[in-house]
């Protein structure tokens, strides 16, 4: 049986040297190159041709998500590496099916690969339960009910500036062209927005977010 073709991508330099050569020592594996998540990615997908993309997000993943959800539509099976599960939802939406921990061992990375391969998900128990955690849906409150609302997670500062354009009413196209993203990333961000406040519609979500002081009309 070939070798699995692998493009190892990391932002920090040290983190995909070291990850290349974690990788290349084991059995079975072929790491025939390496990239940033700032570099032209589908352009590097399509000279290498790798069976799989190995994507070591580190510990401030933002820029890298929004990468990942611009890749997966025209990429191969990416594998991605966390240090914990705080953004495991937004990687998930992005398209990520295999989420392993970064100090995961380099034959258990390996292992993932053919599964992700076969079209199976492969997640680290912590980041599956993470990931399996019901999504609470916001229901009216009676009247003069003063209980204060939980609260939600953390919006990234990307899906605050979506979250302003969704409140004015902006389609994801024109959301798009403001930000000179694509249209899917604009979804994926909305998607993750409603996850995260726990509503369904962008109405409810500008709404829950005026309410909370997240956004100003």
């Known amino acids: 049986m070939a070798d699995l073709r692998i493009l190892v991508i990391a932002d920090d330099p040290l983190a995909r040297a070291g990850l290349a050569t974690l990788l290349v020592e084991q059995p079975g594996c072929a790491v025939i190159g390496r990239a940033s998540g700032g570099d032209d990615l589908p352009a590097m997908v399509g000279i290498y041709r790798p069976d799989a ?101 953390e919006l990234t500062a990307r899906e605050l500036v979506v979250l302003r354009l969704v409140a004015e009413g902006l389609p994801n196209k024109t959301i798009a062209l403001r930000l000179g993203i694509s249209e899917h990333t604009v979804k994926f961000h909305v998607n993750a927005i409603l996850g995260k406040l726990g509503v369904s519609s962008r109405t409810e979500a500008v709404v829950h977010a005026t309410r909370r002081g997240l956004i100003l009309l």
Do not use: C, Y
């Not at 991605?80 to 099916?97: H, K, Y």
């Open 53 to 153: 993309l190995v994507w070591d997000m580190g510990w401030h993943p933002d820029a890298a998500i929004e990468h990942l959800s611009e890749l997966v539509e025209s990429a191969p099976p990416v594998a991605v590496l966390l240090p914990n599960e705080s953004r495991v939802f937004e990687i998930w939406s992005a398209g990520a099916r295999a989420i392993l921990r970064r100090d995961a061992d380099p034959a258990q990375i390996v292992a993932a690969l053919p599964a992700l391969m076969q079209g199976l998900s492969v997640l680290d128990a912590t980041f599956a339960a993470a990931l399996a955690r019901p999504i609470r849906l916001s229901t009216p409150k009676p009247w003069g009910d003063r209980e204060a609302e939980p609260p939600v997670e």
